[in-house]
Nanobody, 116 residues
Framework: VQLVESGGGLVQAGGSLSLSCAAS????????MAWFRQAPGKERQFVAA???????DYADSVKGRFTISRDNAKNTVYLQMTSLTPEDTAAYSC???????????WGQGTQVTVSS
């Protein structure tokens, strides 16, 4: 499975940004799709996940601000980010796997920078 992210970029604090991640195939390895992020000098952090049956999971730090969704027909997962703060600045990566918390395919990542 190949995952290709798009979106990202530079946005001012308080702004919004959307990310997309397209999977190359439908398989058990794309049952759950998720977003992670990693800021410079910090460990990778879980952001949000969604299963093919639309069960979702969010990190506490993004609840109420970020929304994850997916289009099963397009094998694509989306991350809508609102009320962004400089603390959201990171490289965001898409991941997929057979269940929530079980990810073994990863995308290359896309940079999100939030200016104050």
């Amino acid at each position: 499975v190949q995952l290709v992210e798009s979106g990202g970029g530079l946005v001012q604090a308080g702004g919004s940004l959307s990310l997309s991640c397209a999977a190359s195939e439908v398989s058990s390895g794309t049952y759950a799709m998720a977003w992670f992020r990693q800021a410079p000098g910090k460990e990778r952090q879980f952001v949000a996940a969604v299963t093919r049956s639309f069960t979702t999971d969010y990190a506490d730090s993004v609840k109420g601000r970020f929304t994850i969704s997916r289009d099963n027909a397009k094998n694509t997962v989306y991350l809508q980010m609102t009320s962004l703060t400089p603390e959201d600045t990171a490289a965001y990566s898409c991941a997929s796997g057979s269940g929530l918390g079980s990810y073994y395919y990863w995308g290359q990542g896309t940079q999100v920078t939030v200016s104050s």
